[in-house]
């Protein structure tokens, strides 16, 4: 919290538990609010406490440590923002762990009523921002930015200032990552070709891992489709003929392509495909040829012979 004047009492830093403790009781008076205890401010930043308030935070139950500490932090906002305009930034949130929500919609609320700005920044996966939420921070506007992927002239901008190997593998980059900054920032790192790297194949399986059964198996199945893959496919893939591939479109990870669905980026057809167990890939192969049976010969074919089955070399015939 830095304060008008010049003085920095940065907690993080090393600070003394003096300081800190002096840091509680000032922003207390500045917010006027005698609940910004200097042994939740300790607490909060994780520093000792002073001899008689370790025995009384000893005997506060959980619940009573945690509104004391939600307390001690949007004291600490008001103060701070009373002695010059604050921006809080919290990254990630869709990371955060369910249980720091009311901490979320807390600090929400607070900024409504003082000279703080709270900025958040959110994948679409695990968004915290839903109708509870909003509902919890008591009426504080809120604007939402959607980022949608890199233009072709950014992503080309991004390579060239990035890129050390010829133009033209900038421009395959580019091409591969459709848009989405990790992934050409990735590839640009390693080169065009090869194998997905290492860190675009975490973020794939992180993604993955929080489908449900039948989403994921639905992406799985999509990813040994390629070319020709609609709804109906998958539902025969899933033997469930009211399933709906809704939650792989609102995350990003399908599209619509006219009539049929797409991956939005190759790469994360790419990591899916090469997630999947060598027994589990040849099966995924063996339905998506029976599916074709009567729709493509040709396609029929192909996936026998990925699946290993006798019959692929009388169906290529």
Known sequence: FRRAGGTVADAGAGATRDALRDLGRELSDLAGDPACAPMHVAAL????????????????????????????????????????????????????????????????????????????????????????????AAGTPVTTLDLGPLR?????????????????????????????????????????????????????????????????????AASVFGAGLTADALRHVLCDPAYRPDPLLERGLLRQEGEGLAFAHALVREGVLGSLAPSGRRQLHRLAAGWFHDRDPSRHAEHLAAAGDPGALAAHL
């Open 45 to 136: 930043l994780d520093r000792p406490h002073a001899p008689g308030e370790a025995a009384l935070y000893a005997a506060l139950d959980h619940a009573a440590r945690e509104a004391g500490r939600l307390d001690a932090l949007t004291c600490l906002v008001r103060g701070a923002a009373a002695a010059a305009p604050l921006l809080l930034v919290l990254e990630d949130v869709h990371w955060w762990d369910p249980s720091l929500r009311p901490c979320l919609a807390r600090l929400a609320a607070e900024v409504g009523g003082c000279r703080a700005l709270l900025l958040t920044t959110t994948r679409c996966d695990g968004d915290p921002l839903d109708g509870a939420l909003r509902a919890a």
């Open 152 to 220: 072709p002239e950014e992503a080309l901008e991004m390579a060239r200032a990035m890129a050390t190997g010829p133009p033209a593998v900038a421009e395959a980059c580019v091409a591969r990552a459709a848009g989405h900054p990790l992934f050409l920032e990735q590839l640009l790192r390693r080169g065009e070709g090869g194998a997905v790297p290492a860190t675009v194949q975490a973020v794939v399986l992180a993604r993955l891992d929080a489908l449900g059964p039948a989403d994921r198996l639905a992406l799985q």
